[in-house]
T-cell receptor, first 110, second 115 residues
Framework: SQQGEEDPQALSIQEGENATMNCSYK?????LQWYRQNSGRGLVHLIL?????REKHSGRLRVTLDTSKKSSSLLITASRAADTASYFC??????????FGKGTRLSVIA | GAVVSQHPSRVICKSGTSVKIECRSL??????MFWYRQFPKQSLMLMAT?????????EQGVEKDKFLINHASLTLSTLTVTSAHPEDSSFYIC???????????FGNGTRLTVT
C-alpha cells in the first residue's frame, strides 16, 4: 500500500528559483529516502535521512524530517533545467520493502 | 558504486507471448531483488520480492503464475511476463538493496508494450 504522499503533484518554476516538495507518511519509519527519476528511466538515490535526524544537506539539496508530523520536505536551491524530473519519497520501516509516494513532477524552465 | 543492469530497455510483443526481463547486479551480490511496476505519471508499485535460492514473495493482487520470478544466482533475477496482454503494458523496474540501510540501486527499467 502507498505510504508516502508527495505534494505538490506537479511543480513548475523558473531556473534559479528554489523548489520545495513535501512528503507525508502514515506509520513509524527507520528512515526516509528521496529519489529522482528522469522520464523513462530508473530511480537515482538522492539523500537518506534517519528517524533521529531532523535536517540533512547534500549540495543543493536540503531535506527535513518531522517525525511528530510524519512529514518530510525536499528543497532544491538555485534550480537548473537539468533538475527537471520526478521526485519520490520512500519510507523504510525496517522489515518491509521501501514504499514509494506518488511523486512530484518538477519542471524547471530555462 | 553499485550498479544494477536491467535489459531489455524496451520490448514490444504480441498479445499471448511471453517476455523475459533480466536484472543483474554488476559489482555486488544481491540475495534479494525487488520488482516494481510503474504506470505513466504514477508511483512505483512493488510487485514482488525475489529471493536467491527460494521462492519469490508476491504482493497482494499480483498473479504469481503470470509474473514468474527466478533468482537462480546472487547476481541475476528474472521476471517473465507470461501470456502478455495489452493491460500488462507498463514500465517494469528492478532494484537491489545495498548494505544495512543504504539506498536501493535501481536498474534503468524496461518499457513493455503489448500489442
Amino acid at each position: 500500500s502507498q505510504q508516502g504522499e508527495e505534494d505538490p503533484q506537479a511543480l513548475s518554476i523558473q531556473e534559479g528559483e528554489n523548489a520545495t516538495m513535501n512528503c507525508s507518511y502514515k506509520t513509524s519509519i527507520n528512515n526516509l529516502q528521496w529519489y529522482r527519476q528522469n522520464s523513462g528511466r530508473g530511480l537515482v538515490h538522492l539523500i537518506l535521512i534517519r528517524s533521529n535526524e531532523r535536517e540533512k544537506h547534500s549540495g543543493r539539496l536540503r531535506v527535513t524530517l518531522d517525525t511528530s508530523k510524519k512529514s518530510s520536505s525536499l528543497l532544491i536551491t538555485a534550480s537548473r533545467a537539468a533538475d527537471t524530473a520526478s521526485y519520490f519519497c520512500a519510507t523504510d520501516s525496517g522489515n518491509t520493502p521501501l514504499v514509494f509516494g506518488k511523486g512530484t513532477r518538477l519542471s524547471v524552465i530555462a | 558504486g553499485a550498479v544494477v543492469s536491467q535489459h531489455p530497455s524496451r520490448v514490444i510483443c504480441k498479445s499471448g507471448t511471453s517476455v523475459k526481463i533480466e536484472c543483474r547486479s554488476l559489482d555486488f551480490q544481491a540475495t534479494t531483488m525487488f520488482w516494481y511496476r510503474q504506470f505513466p505519471k504514477q508511483s512505483l508499485m512493488l510487485m514482488a520480492t525475489s529471493n536467491e535460492g527460494s521462492k519469490a514473495t508476491y504482493e497482494q493482487g499480483v498473479e504469481k503464475d503470470k509474473f514468474l520470478i527466478n533468482h537462480a544466482s546472487l547476481t541475476l533475477s528474472t521476471l517473465t511476463v507470461t501470456s502478455a496482454h495489452p493491460e500488462d503494458s507498463s514500465f517494469y523496474i528492478c532494484s537491489a538493496p545495498g548494505q544495512g540501510d543504504s539506498p536501493l540501486h535501481f536498474g534503468n527499467g524496461t518499457r513493455l508494450t503489448v500489442t
